[in-house]
């Protein structure tokens, strides 16, 4: 049986002069949630972060457990 743990979405936003993006995590989202909910919450930090900062990418990580039914072990 396939089991929903979790799912998280990272805002990563660009810095100037950086290499690096600046992340930020958000644990425990509604599952499968709409590309343009996602867009949204990304832009919406962008409009938080200093006016420098641009929306670089968000990005949705899923986690599954994996369980065998108990009707399913044999022995």
């Given at each position: 049986?396939?089991?929903?743990?979790?799912?998280?979405?990272?805002?990563?936003?660009?810095?100037?002069?950086?290499?690096?993006?600046?992340?930020?995590?958000?644990?425990?989202?509604?599952?499968?949630?709409?590309?343009?909910?996602?867009?949204?919450?990304?832009?919406?930090?962008?409009?938080?972060?200093?006016e420098e900062?641009?929306?670089?990418?968000?990005?949705?990580?899923?986690?599954?457990?994996?369980?065998?039914?108990?009707?399913?072990?044999?022995?």
């Amino acid at each position: 049986m396939k089991n929903l743990e979790k799912t998280k979405l990272t805002v990563e936003l660009s810095q100037p002069g950086e290499d690096k993006t600046l992340k930020k995590n958000f644990n425990d989202v509604v599952s499968e949630p709409s590309e343009s909910a996602v867009l949204a919450l990304g832009e919406t930090m962008a409009n938080l972060a200093p006016e420098e900062n641009e929306l670089a990418l968000v990005t949705e990580t899923v986690e599954y457990s994996h369980v065998q039914d108990a009707e399913e072990i044999t022995e």
